[in-house]
């Protein structure tokens, strides 16, 4: 295991109790954890580094979190463009891509993903759910990548909303052992960087048998459960429509609400649920990037301010290629405070720290991993994000949180340290094959697509020649 000295940083955001940023700082790292945060006087002086990183013109922040992505939609990027409501995206969209993929696809997709994700110094993501665990996993083993996996269950061919493809849905019984499968061949696997959970990917398309059942058997397991909820207007009156209540409701009504369940979009929840949210200290990925796009009505009519002052544990999603489109925490910061401010006339209703803390702490906390993760602690995972500040929209800076959120992309990140192992340096990530990935990935897309009957939905009107 080898000892790196980050040096000379241009700052430091620790995202510790303290919320310190450190000037001119460093960072030891002995093997996969932080041995040392501060000025370079504060690095114990027997500390005899292998290799030394300077970070000068460096902002350096706790690697990043996207709580909220699909490995498997990587390669149907575009394709959920324009959908007319959620009915539309879901069950013409996004679901007939995964429902037309086969292992390949998948693995291609996941690998895709991982690699944009590391590009935006995205270090561990939350995925809610396909029926590629293998291949997600696998991808997580070769990116070097830290994340959350979870395999779809879906027991109800129709719902409410409209039906779901024929091989997207199992009878009850086989979807659990799947899933309860899943989680005990992969949570904890890959020393630790792969957790397994079970998925509610959206509860209108499961039965309260399934849900009571998942709950039960994360309760046994020892595990949480990540899905989708209150995702946008059209979901919430088919809940009503069948259940006669929204979502949290009727999670609720299941007990299946708690500090493991971490549910995402949530932008239409209704006053009364929040205090359920806050009671049972469940946590909320909020994904204002999906809802730009699609026209969720997430920022318009969600209660993220409303949430954070009730002191719910809130953090940030990019959702998928066919939602959001693009996959930058960073971006997500700048979407989510500058929507709550147009939306509430209110240029303070959410602060440019509040959404750092999102990306970084508070992506831990809501995947039960903030004990190692999430700030820079001596004795946390040296997991790290290093991004460049020496670019035109970065400077002058007065206020370097302020820079990140109102004037930065995830085009900054430069280098990614996971478990203390270098996965970019120099904005090139060392685990992936980056130029044979594209050309796999527009290959598989193109077929894709056209197995899927969808390959004219992204088409640009202008003549292409
Ligand atoms: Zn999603």
């Not at 690998?111 to 696998?138: H, K, M």
């Not at 995402?264 to 994904?287: I, Y």
């Not at 002191?311 to 997500?332: E, K, P, V």
Request: aromatic residues 6%.
């Amino acid at each position: 295991m080898s000892r790196i000295l980050i040096k000379d940083a241009d700052y430091i955001v620790t995202v510790d109790k303290d919320r310190r940023i450190i000037r001119n700082g460093a960072i030891a790292i002995d093997g996969d954890r932080i041995a040392a945060v501060g000025k370079i006087g504060d690095i114990p002086p027997a500390f005899a580094a292998d290799e030394i990183l300077d970070a000068r013109g460096k902002l350096v922040l706790p690697g990043l979190f996207d709580t909220h992505i699909h490995n498997a939609q990587q390669l149907g990027r575009g394709l959920g463009d324009e959908a007319y409501s959620g009915p539309e995206r879901l069950f013409r969209r996004l679901w007939v891509v995964e429902a037309n993929m086969d292992a390949g696809d998948a693995l291609c997709a996941a690998r895709l993903t991982q690699l944009e994700l590391l590009r935006a110094g995205i270090t561990c993501f939350a995925d809610p759910g396909n029926y590629f665990a293998a291949e997600t996993a696998r991808a997580v083993e070769e990116s070097g990548a830290r994340g959350m996996i979870a395999r779809t269950v879906f027991d109800m061919g129709q719902t409410s909303m409209g039906s779901l493809p024929r091989n997207f849905f199992e009878p009850t019984d086989d979807a659990l052992a799947r899933a309860d499968e899943m989680v005990a061949e992969y949570n904890g696997a890959l020393d630790g960087r792969l957790k397994a959970w079970f998925s509610m990917r959206v509860p209108v398309a499961c039965s309260d048998d399934l849900l009571r059942r998942i709950a039960a058997l994360a309760r046994k397991r020892n595990v949480g459960v990540l899905g989708h909820a209150c995702e946008n207007r059209d979901e919430i009156v088919a809940s009503h429509l069948k259940y006669g209540m929204g979502d949290i409701s009727r999670l609720d009504r299941l007990g299946m609400l708690g500090p493991n369940l971490l549910l995402m979009h949530m932008g239409w929840v209704d006053t009364k649920e929040l205090m359920l949210l806050q009671r049972n200290d469940v946590k909320v990925s909020l994904a204002p990037g999906a809802s730009f796009h699609q026209a969720m009505g997430n920022i318009a009519h969600g209660k993220a301010p409303e949430m954070h002052e009730l002191g719910i544990t809130l953090s940030l999603g990019s959702d998928s290629a066919m939602s959001g489109n693009f996959l930058d925490a960073i971006r997500q910061t700048f979407l989510l405070v500058g929507g709550y401010h147009e939306a509430r006339l209110d240029p303070k209703v959410i602060r440019p720290e509040t959404a750092v803390e999102m990306i970084t702490i508070n992506g831990a906390r809501s995947m039960l991993w903030d004990d190692d993760l999430g700030s820079l602690e001596a004795g946390k995972k040296a997991d790290i994000t290093i991004l460049d500040i020496m670019r035109p929209e970065w400077q002058p800076v007065h206020n370097p949180i302020a820079n990140l959120v109102y004037c930065a992309h995830g085009g900054s990140a430069d280098t990614v340290f996971v478990d203390g192992k270098c996965l970019m340096r120099d904005k090139k990530v060392l685990t992936l094959n980056e130029f044979d990935l594209y050309e796999e990935a527009r290959d598989r897309a193109a077929s894709l697509a056209k197995r899927a009957g969808l390959a004219q939905v992204a088409a640009t009107p202008w003549p292409m020649t």
